[in-house]
């Protein structure tokens, strides 16, 4: 059974820095870009970027909200990737959800998403 | 960016009635869409990819329609357990951006 089990959400002040993890299992971990993406409470949901795999060079795409401030990184040999959160701001406040990406005839969607963790940026 | 708009933000029906949920691209997107179901406190599920293709273990009673800047999620009998809120995203250029979403809800 394919699982994304997201971890390290909690608060943070203002300013502060956060690392997320994402274990996967199920699948070959190695094979898929992934992703991140949030949602505020009671809100829509927003994509915050994506690692290609190593056939890719472990390339990276970010959302203009996060770039230089957010960083993805993934560890094939742990099944394991991560968001390095760092200069957090209020409205970083969301669930922050790991997804799969399939990559096939030139599409590439989400088919899989885990659970998801709460960031609370707050003073 | 390519902004998604979806419409109408909330839709009411009854038990078996046909709905259908509409979903345009500020500029062209060729079939590069997917279509998300998200039931409360839970995470998103893909319904539909490649803006018709129906994703694996998804009923068929989920349609998906259009090309270019205007799609429409078709659900063809509403049942109970549809009541969700469903999204559309665009994968067609980064940023990856999604619609403001659609409340589904039994009338």
């Known amino acids: 059974e394919v699982q994304l089990v997201e971890s390290g959400g909690g608060l943070v002040q203002p300013g502060g820095s956060l690392r997320l993890s994402c274990a996967a299992s199920?699948?070959?971990?190695?094979?898929?870009?992934m992703d991140w993406v949030r949602q505020a409470p009671g809100k829509g949901l927003e994509w915050v970027g994506r690692?290609?795999?190593?056939?890719?060079?472990?390339?990276?795409e970010y959302a203009a909200s996060v770039k230089g401030r957010f960083t993805i990184s993934r560890d094939d040999s742990k099944n394991s990737l991560y968001l390095q959160m760092n200069s957090l701001k209020t409205e970083d406040t969301a669930v922050y959800y790991c997804?799969?990406?399939?990559?096939?005839?030139?599409?590439?969607?989400?088919?899989?998403w885990g659970h998801g963790t709460l960031v609370t940026v707050s003073s | 960016d390519i902004q998604m708009t979806q419409s109408p933000s909330s839709v009411s029906a009854s038990v078996g009635d046909r709905v259908t949920i509409t979903c345009r691209a500020s500029?062209?997107?060729?079939?590069?869409l997917v279509w998300f179901q998200q039931k409360p406190g839970k995470a998103p599920k893909s319904v539909i990819y490649g803006a018709s293709s129906l994703q694996s273990g998804v009923p068929s009673k989920f349609s998906g329609s259009g090309s270019g800047t205007d799609f429409i999620l078709t659900i063809s009998s509403l049942q109970p357990e549809d009541c969700a809120t469903y999204y559309c995203?665009?994968?067609?250029?980064?940023?990856?951006?999604f619609g403001g979403g659609t409340k589904v809800e039994i009338k």
């Open positions: 500029q062209g997107i060729n079939n590069y």
């Open positions: 997804a799969r990406v399939v990559v096939s005839s030139g599409h590439h969607y989400f088919d899989c």
């Open positions: 690692i290609r795999k190593k056939d890719n060079s472990y390339t990276t």
């Open positions: 199920g699948f070959n971990f190695s094979d898929h870009y």
């Open positions: 995203q665009q994968y067609k250029s980064y940023p990856l951006t």
